[in-house]
C-alpha cells in the first residue's frame, strides 16, 4: 500500500465527496478514483459504495479509516516534534507558584516572547507538590519549585537559594520568644514537611495549631493581619521587613532551593531548551 493511496483514501473517507477531496487534493477525480482503486486492489476489498450521488464506506473502508486516523494523527505528532527540534515551535506550559509566577515569570515570559514570538505559553500557579505531578505526568513541559523534586523521570536545575525567616507582625510580639508565640498563634504554611520541618525543628517549635494556605502571597497577608506566624522566603517579605509591617524572628541558615525542573526527555527538543537558557541567563538580574 502506497501512502499516497492511503492519503487520498482518509481525505475521501472524511467528506464522502469525491469533489470535494479533488479540491482538497488538488486532483482530478479520476485521479481520485484510480488510486482507490489501486488501494482496492492492494486490500482485496472494497472501500466505497456509491447510492445515488451519495458516497458510503463499506465496512472494510470503515476498518481502513479508523487505522488511517491513527496513522496521520501519529504523522502529524512526528512532523511537529521534528519541526520542535530545529527552532522554538508550538506550545510551552510553564508550572510555578504564585510568588515565582508574579515575581519572576511574568517578566521572563515578556523577555522570551520577544525573542520567540512564534511558541504559544502557558502559565499555570499551582503550588510545588502540584506542580511535580504536573510535571511527572506530562502535563506541563517545565515548572518552577521551591524545594527539591527526587524523581527518576525529572531533570532539576538549582536556579536560586533563599533565606528562610520566621516572621510575625511586630504589634503580636511583645516579649514572648518564638516557642511562646507558637503556643499563642497558628502556624500559617503550605507545607509542613522538608525544608520547613527543619527549619522549626531546628528551634524546637511545634506548632500548636496550624492553617494550610496554598500560595506564598496569600500566607504574608495572613499575617500581617496578626492571623499567626509563619515561615516563608525572605524574596517574598523583604519590602515588609524594610517597612516594619512584619518583624523577622529568626532567620535560618538552612537555605531554600529553587529548581527548574522538566521530563528528562525533553531538554531535546527546542523550545525546552530554549526557555530553559533564557531563564539561566535572566533569573539572577531579578534579584539584583
Not at 472524511?14 to 488501494?39: G, M, V
Not at 470503515?62 to 519541526?83: A, M, S, W
Not at 495549631?209 to 502571597?217: F, L, Q, V
Request: aromatic content about 8%; overall charge negative.
Amino acid at each position: 500500500m502506497e501512502l499516497r493511496h492511503l492519503k487520498t483514501f482518509h481525505v475521501v473517507a472524511e467528506c464522502l465527496n469525491l469533489t470535494k477531496a479533488a479540491e482538497i487534493l488538488r486532483y482530478s477525480q479520476p485521479t481520485i478514483s484510480l488510486q482507490i482503486q489501486a488501494l482496492e486492489k492492494d486490500i482485496g476489498h472494497s472501500l466505497l459504495n456509491r447510492v445515488g450521488k451519495r458516497t458510503f464506506l463499506t465496512p472494510t473502508g470503515k476498518l481502513l479509516k479508523k487505522h488511517t486516523d491513527k496513522l496521520f494523527r501519529d504523522l502529524e505528532e512526528l512532523e511537529q516534534d521534528l519541526r520542535r527540534l530545529k527552532k522554538p515551535f508550538g506550545n510551552l506550559s510553564i508550572s510555578a507558584p504564585e510568588f515565582y509566577c508574579s515575581y519572576y515569570l511574568s517578566r521572563l515570559l515578556s523577555i522570551y516572547l520577544k525573542l520567540h514570538p512564534q511558541v504559544q505559553m502557558k502559565m499555570l500557579c499551582y503550588n510545588s507538590k502540584e506542580t511535580i505531578k504536573l510535571v511527572d505526568t506530562s502535563q506541563v513541559d517545565i515548572g518552577i519549585i521551591a524545594g527539591s523534586c527526587n524523581r527518576p523521570g525529572i531533570e532539576e536545575i538549582l536556579i536560586d537559594q533563599e533565606d528562610m525567616v520566621l516572621e510575625v507582625n511586630p504589634l503580636i510580639v511583645k516579649n514572648n520568644s518564638p516557642q511562646e508565640l507558637f503556643e499563642q498563634y497558628p502556624f500559617i504554611s503550605y507545607d509542613l514537611e522538608g525544608v520547613i520541618k527543619e527549619c522549626l525543628d531546628e528551634i524546637n517549635c511545634v506548632p500548636h495549631s496550624t492553617i494550610e494556605c496554598g500560595s506564598e502571597e496569600t500566607i504574608k497577608r495572613a499575617v500581617m493581619s496578626q492571623a499567626g506566624i509563619a515561615l516563608i522566603s525572605d524574596v517574598i517579605i523583604e519590602k515588609e521587613l524594610k517597612q516594619g509591617t512584619l518583624q523577622e524572628l529568626h532567620r535560618f541558615p538552612k537555605r531554600l532551593l529553587t529548581h527548574l525542573i522538566y521530563p528528562k526527555d525533553q531538554r531535546e527538543y527546542s523550545t525546552v531548551s530554549s526557555f530553559i537558557d533564557v531563564l539561566l541567563d535572566v533569573w539572577p538580574t531579578f534579584r539584583t
